[in-house]
């Protein structure tokens, strides 16, 4: 899933810490996050798009994973 954090925190002149203490989670979740490395649960996605205004489709874009077809896990 792809995201748009780091853009919107440079249009908020905000820091990773500071993104991660106003939704209760570590920087290094923050990181694992804008580098497209960790999939946040649908309630801090939510979290993350409150903090900025902006709809969840306007912070996170799925992409269907190039590997194949979705697991019926997923």
Do not use: W
């Not at 409150?50 to 874009?61: A, E, H, K, L, S």
């Amino acid at each position: 899933m792809k995201n748009r954090i780091r853009v919107l925190r440079a249009e908020h002149e905000m820091t990773q810490e500071q993104l991660a203490e106003l939704v209760g989670v570590t920087r290094n979740t923050i990181i694992s996050i804008e580098k497209d490395k960790y999939c946040p649960s649908l309630k801090l996605g939510f979290r993350i798009a409150r903090i900025f205004n902006v709809d969840i489709n306007d912070v996170f874009t799925y992409e269907d994973d190039k590997d194949g077809p979705a697991s019926e896990d997923e």
